[in-house]
């Protein structure tokens, strides 16, 4: 393959070091009509048990250059709910303040670019370790709201929501009844595996081109020159969804809402040319191109009320 300039997609995906990160950017995403400002926080935060904070904590800047060797989570950061239990032990090494951002409070995918876009100066380029430690055996979203608490310690930030009216995409079948081959229900054999796949590299697969971790959507170079693959097993129809709301990789510029009404979890596989690689690939499925032909879906235009994050303050970390 010959050197190219590094694509839009590409810098997402190795700045995210959770197989997972790229962003949306919807144009004017915080200029549609507020429908509400509400101090509600979302049920998830509610349902893990509101506001909790680690026992000891150091968050510390890494200026090292983020590679294979030194960016690594036990948890994995994006907003999804794939998980193995740490004992309390939160670790992870070289990320960018976005990151811990995605993680703590949950952002889906279409509100990545429009919080970053809120971000202070002094963020950019800075990337920071951070080692925690919880008594017990925290999950995930309990880990979250420690993270908020940590982040509102030493970063002081504070935010709040704002719903609002934006135009979304619904993801449908593209025929009633009938499923791509590369999207099944579930198969519980081969079983997941326990570990979570590293930042950066080849997703280890199983038979259909599915990986072999569960839960969390995969989102990688393909091993095809110039071409995105992304994949999950035992994911709901909703996480599929709001994988597809990145538009720097699928070029879908608006929330994507799951209006499929199936059920049940399901395994997928999808490999599309991104939208700034056309000509070093033309030949190749387009992201429209695979999700039908691929998965059996389809995107309609429509409108939606989305739950908006908005930073209200934010400064440099305090020492340790």
Not at 124 to 133: N, P
Not at 137 to 152: E, S
Request: hydrophobic share 40%; aromatic share 8%; with cysteine.
């Amino acid at each position: 393959m010959r050197n190219q300039p590094v694509k839009a997609w590409t810098k997402l995906l190795l700045t995210a070091g959770v197989g997972t990160l790229a962003v949306s950017v919807v144009a004017g995403l915080f200029a549609p009509r507020l429908l509400a400002q509400s101090a509600t926080v979302p049920q998830w935060q509610t349902d893990a048990g509101g506001k909790m904070a680690f026992d000891v904590a150091s968050v510390r800047q890494d200026t090292a250059e983020p590679s294979a060797a030194t960016t690594s989570t036990n948890v994995p950061l994006g907003d999804q709910d794939n998980f193995v239990p740490t004992g309390g032990l939160f670790s992870a090494s070289d990320y960018r303040l976005l990151n811990y951002l995605i993680f703590a409070y949950k952002i889906p995918p279409s509100q990545w670019v429009a919080v970053e876009s809120q971000l202070p100066k002094w963020v950019e380029g800075k990337r920071y370790d951070i080692r925690a430690r919880a008594a017990g055996n925290p999950g995930k979203n309990q880990f979250r709201l420690m993270m908020q608490t940590l982040l509102a310690e030493r970063f002081k930030i504070a935010v709040h929501y704002e719903e609002r009216q934006v135009p979304v995409f619904a993801l449908v079948e593209d025929k009633k009844g009938k499923k791509g081959p590369r999207l099944q229900p579930h198969a519980s054999d081969p079983p997941c595996s326990n570990t979570v796949p590293p930042a950066f590299g080849a997703v280890p697969k199983v038979a259909g081109g599915f990986p072999a971790f569960c839960g969390g959507v995969q989102v990688r170079p393909s091993n095809t020159p110039g071409r995105i693959d992304a994949s999950a097993r035992n994911v709901p129809m909703a996480i599929i969804a709001n994988m597809l709301g990145m538009q720097q990789v699928t070029g879908v510029d608006r929330p994507v809402l799951d209006k499929t009404e199936l059920t049940g979890m399901f395994d997928f596989d999808l490999e599309f040319v991104p939208p700034d690689n056309s000509e070093d690939d033309p030949t190749g499925p387009t992201f429209s191109q695979a999700l039908r032909d691929q998965l059996g879906l389809k995107l309609d235009s429509s409108k939606g009320a989305v739950n908006m994050i908005v930073i209200d303050h934010l400064e440099p970390p305090t020492e340790n």
